[in-house]
């Protein structure tokens, strides 16, 4: 249970153990972390230091910084789309740690091409309307309403809208790069 005035809830930890099927007693053995400090984190009875979170973080596949932030009291993360233009598409974009959101508007034969935007991404795109074909190096697809694709971000690519389109584009952040 969460106090008040309580910054941060490790409950999460319990719903993560339990999701996995672990005990108690398998999350210390694979953190070295002891059960007594794993129990107390788990019913909010305690804080945890960094290298607690980063050992208890490798169990879930998760960083430090993960853990930190899922234990961070506040629930939701408010952003205002911002609203830009390129080469003939309309964007209102909304961006996060891990994920930006773009909804897009394009009118019949616009294009667009702007690789140095992305990061190591993944990329969806969602067509809501329209029709627009996607071009990467040694693909092409003919995206209708209704249909989506999936693809590395850092590879050339090229939106061409083949009508009057609306289409939302995700990127997120591949995990675990070095």
Not at 14 to 31: H, N, P
Not at 34 to 42: D, F, G, N, P, Q
Not at 74 to 96: D, N, T, W
Request: charged share 25%; net charge negative; proline share 2%.
């Amino acid at each position: 249970m969460v106090k008040p005035n309580q910054i941060f809830d490790f409950t999460f930890l319990r719903e993560f153990r339990k999701r996995d099927g672990m005990t108690l007693e398998a999350v210390s053995g694979k953190s070295g972390v002891s059960i007594a400090v794993i129990s107390k984190l788990e019913r909010n009875q305690t804080t945890a230091e960094l290298e607690t979170l980063y050992k208890l973080g490798r169990v879930f596949g998760l960083t430090a910084t993960d853990m930190l932030a899922l234990a961070e009291s506040r629930i939701a993360h408010r952003k205002e789309a911002v609203a830009y233009h390129s080469e003939g598409f309309r964007f209102q974009r909304i961006a996060y740690a891990n994920a930006s959101c773009y909804l897009a508007e394009a009118e019949a034969g616009a294009i667009v091409s702007r690789p140095e935007i992305h990061e190591d991404d993944y990329e969806i795109c969602w067509i809501f309307d329209g029709k627009i074909r996607l071009t990467l190096p040694h693909e092409h697809y003919l995206l209708e309403r209704g249909m989506s694709v999936q693809f590395d971000a850092v590879q050339e690519h090229t939106y061409e809208a083949m009508e009057n389109s609306r289409m939302v584009i995700i990127h997120i952040r591949k995990a675990n790069r070095f």
